[in-house]
C-alpha cells in the first residue's frame, strides 16, 4: 500500500523568507509524486509533479520541490514566500505500476505567512 | 482550462435523506473520482471511475454508492445520509495522457442534521 506523510500541521514563516513545507512517501516502485494547494472555500489545485528526470522540479506560483529518494521526500519548497502563498498544501503519490491511477493524500499542511 | 462543476456549494440534509451530488467536467477526462475531506484526516476517496458505467471502490466506500452514466458526469450517492457523513465533499478528473494530474471541483459542503 501507498502512504504519504506530512508531518507538520502548520508551518509559519516570515513574508520574504524561504519556506518549507515537508514530505515523505512509502510505495512499491518509483513513485509519482504531486503538490497541490487549498485556498479557503476552494478546491484542490496542482502545483507541480516528479514522474522521472532532475530531482528538482519547479512548478506554478515559483515552488518548487525536491525528490530525495534515498529519504523518501518530497520537499516542497520557495526561495522567498508571499502573504499571498497562505493556505493549505497536500502532498500525493501514486505507484507508476500497479494500483491504478489513484492519488493517495497527505493530511495536509497549514502554511501561514506573515508580514 | 479545465473545468469541474460541483452541482451544490452548500446542502443540508436530514437523517435518513437519500443525497446525490452531481459534478461534470468538460475536458473528455476518462477518470473521475469521488473524495471526502476531514479536518486532520486529509482527502480520502471513496469510489473512483476510469471510464462510463465503470467504478471502483476507493478507501472509504462504506454507505456510498456512484453512477457514471455519461463520461462528463459523475454522481456520488448517499443512499441513507448520517450525521457522519457531514463533511467537505471534492470531485476531480484526469487524463491517463496527462500523467494523471487530477482537477478539482470547488467542492460540497454537506451537513447532516
Known amino acids: ?3 504519504v506523510a506530512q508531518p507538520e500541521d502548520q508551518v509559519n514563516v516570515a513574508e520574504g523568507n524561504p519556506l518549507t513545507v515537508k514530505c515523505t512517501y512509502s510505495v512499491s516502485g518509483n513513485p509519482y509524486l504531486f503538490w497541490y494547494v487549498q485556498y479557503p472555500n476552494r478546491g484542490l489545485q496542482f502545483l ?3 514522474i522521472t528526470g532532475d530531482n528538482l522540479v519547479k512548478g506554478s506560483y515559483g515552488f518548487e520541490a ?3 529518494k534515498s529519504q523518501t521526500s518530497f520537499h516542497l519548497k520557495k526561495p522567498s514566500a508571499l502573504v499571498s502563498d497562505s493556505a493549505l498544501y497536500f502532498c500525493a503519490v501514486r505507484a507508476l505500476t500497479g494500483g491504478g491511477n489513484k492519488l493517495t493524500f497527505g493530511t495536509g499542511t497549514q502554511l501561514k505567512v506573515e508580514l | 482550462d479545465v473545468k469541474v462543476t ?4 452548500y446542502l443540508v440534509k436530514r437523517t435518513g435523506e437519500k443525497v446525490f451530488l452531481e459534478c461534470v467536467q468538460d ?3 476518462e477518470n473521475m473520482f469521488w473524495y471526502r475531506q476531514d479536518p486532520g484526516l486529509g482527502l480520502r476517496l471513496i469510489y473512483f471511475s476510469y471510464d462510463v458505467k465503470m467504478k471502483e471502490k476507493g478507501d472509504i466506500p462504506e454507505g456510498y454508492s456512484v453512477s457514471r452514466e455519461k463520461k462528463e458526469r459523475f454522481s456520488l450517492i448517499l443512499e441513507s445520509a448520517s450525521t457522519n457523513q457531514t463533511s467537505m465533499y471534492l470531485c476531480a478528473s484526469s487524463l ?17 442534521l
Open chain 1, 48 to 50: 507541480l509533479k516528479y
Open chain 2, 96 to 112: 491517463w495522457a496527462q500523467g494523471n494530474i487530477q482537477y478539482f471541483g470547488a467542492g460540497t459542503r454537506l451537513s447532516v
Open chain 2, 6 to 9: 460541483q452541482s451544490s456549494r
Open chain 1, 66 to 68: 525536491e525528490f530525495n
Open chain 2, 27 to 29: 475536458m473528455d477526462h
Open chain 1, 1 to 3: 500500500a501507498q502512504s
